[in-house]
Structures are given as structure tokens and as C-alpha cells.
């Protein structure tokens, strides 16, 4: 089965919203800002309910904040 | 270096200090007996009990320490909450953790069945202990860099 790569929009997502910071996003989701620097940087892939609660705090579908790729 | 990285590396410098200088303490008054005799049951008995509190005291006052230390000169104190990513790095250290322990009790065991002296077996369970603990705060560390 191939790999796959879960990436994401955070980081522009941010800017869009009054360039929310990552402390700030971090609070709204609940987790610490570390946490939201992993995912930036693609090195964590969020539980599906932590996915859920940044796409709701940015209002987008998830499929809008995430998406996958085949890892290379 | 985030808080969890910094807290890992004083986690692995006081487990070496800790069993280091209380091995270097008791290990001198090992007693003179045969090789299976109540006294040397007793020695490792005592020796393990008193190393798991001296373990906890020293590690409380460690941890108290670098609280303040890391607060004073970064201002930077322990993060208030824990989250997913944390508990998944948790879990993982602890499993790399568990598999090194037993490990370690697998080969203790196995030295009784080769008929070496029971001082072997309770060292080799004491450097399994140490390097569980070990294998735990270095792949916390290992997590935290990487990201998960």
C-alpha cells in the first residue's frame, strides 16, 4: 500500500484570518502552539477531531484546510 | 528547544546521576556470602527498594528545580496543558520503554537458566530498569524533534 502524505493549508489559513497567530489557533483548537508547528511543517498529522476543530475555527471544509498526496 | 526536549535531556543526566552515584554508594557494601544466601537476597532487596525512592525524591527535586531554572532564564514555564501530539509521544517512548524492560527481564531469566548466580540477574534487572528509563526520555527526545 502506497504512503501517504497529509498536508495542509494552516499556515495560509492564518494569514487569511486577520494573521492569526499560532499561539492564537493553538488556544482556539485546544493543543499546545508546538503542536500547530508540527502540522505546519508537516511533521504531525492531527486526530480527525483536531482536524475538524481547525477547519471549523478557520470555517472552511476539511477537505479546504487538508489534503493527501502519494509520500514520495 | 522546546520545554518537553530540554526536560528530556535533565530526565536522562539525573536517571545516569541518580543510579550512578547510588550504585557507586551501595554497591561497595555488597556483602561477603554465598553466593545464594539470605544476606545477598537481602542486599539486593534493600538495594532496589532504596534506589526506587531515592529515584523519586531525586527526580520530585530535579524536576522542581528545572521548573524554576527554566522559568528564570527563559521565562518560559511548563506548558499548561497536554495535548494529542503529547500523548502520542508518550505512548510511543513508553512502548520502546516496555519492550526494553522486558527484554531486560528475558535475559535475567535466561541468566538463572545458564546457572549463573542471582547477582547477575538482579544487576542485569537493574540496567534493564535503567535503560527502559533511558530508552523512554531518549525517544521523547527523538519525538519532540521530529514532530510527533
Given at each position: 500500500m502506497d504512503k501517504l502524505f497529509i498536508g495542509n493549508h494552516i499556515r495560509k489559513l492564518r494569514f487569511e484570518h486577520?494573521?492569526?497567530t499560532q499561539e492564537q489557533l493553538a488556544e482556539k483548537v485546544g493543543v499546545t502552539r508546538q503542536t500547530i508547528v508540527a502540522m505546519e511543517k508537516g511533521k504531525y498529522s492531527p486526530s480527525l477531531e483536531l482536524a475538524f476543530r481547525i477547519a471549523m475555527t478557520f470555517q472552511k471544509p476539511l477537505e479546504a484546510v487538508f489534503f493527501v498526496e502519494k509520500a514520495t | 528547544m522546546s520545554y518537553q526536549e530540554k526536560r528530556s535531556i535533565v530526565n536522562i543526566i539525573s536517571t545516569l546521576l541518580i543510579t550512578g552515584g547510588y550504585s557507586a554508594y551501595a554497591?561497595?557494601?555488597?556483602?561477603?556470602?554465598?553466593?545464594?544466601s539470605e544476606t545477598i537476597f537481602h542486599f539486593w532487596g534493600s538495594f532496589f527498594f532504596i534506589l526506587i525512592g531515592v529515584s523519586i525524591v531525586a527526580s520530585i527535586i530535579i524536576t522542581i528545580l528545572f521548573s524554576i531554572l527554566n522559568t528564570v532564564t527563559n521565562g518560559e514555564g511548563e506548558p499548561s496543558l497536554t495535548d494529542e501530539r503529547d500523548h502520542v509521544i508518550s505512548l510511543r517512548a513508553a512502548r520502546n520503554s516496555s519492550y526494553v524492560f522486558i527484554l531486560g527481564v528475558l535475559l535475567a531469566m535466561g541468566s538463572l537458566v545458564i546457572s549463573q548466580p542471582p547477582t547477575v540477574m538482579f544487576i542485569i534487572l537493574i540496567l534493564s530498569g535503567v535503560a527502559s528509563s533511558l530508552i523512554s526520555d531518549m525517544s521523547a527526545f527523538f519525538f519532540y524533534r521530529r514532530g510527533y
Open positions: 486577520s494573521e492569526m | 554497591l561497595p557494601q555488597y556483602p561477603q556470602a554465598e553466593a545464594y
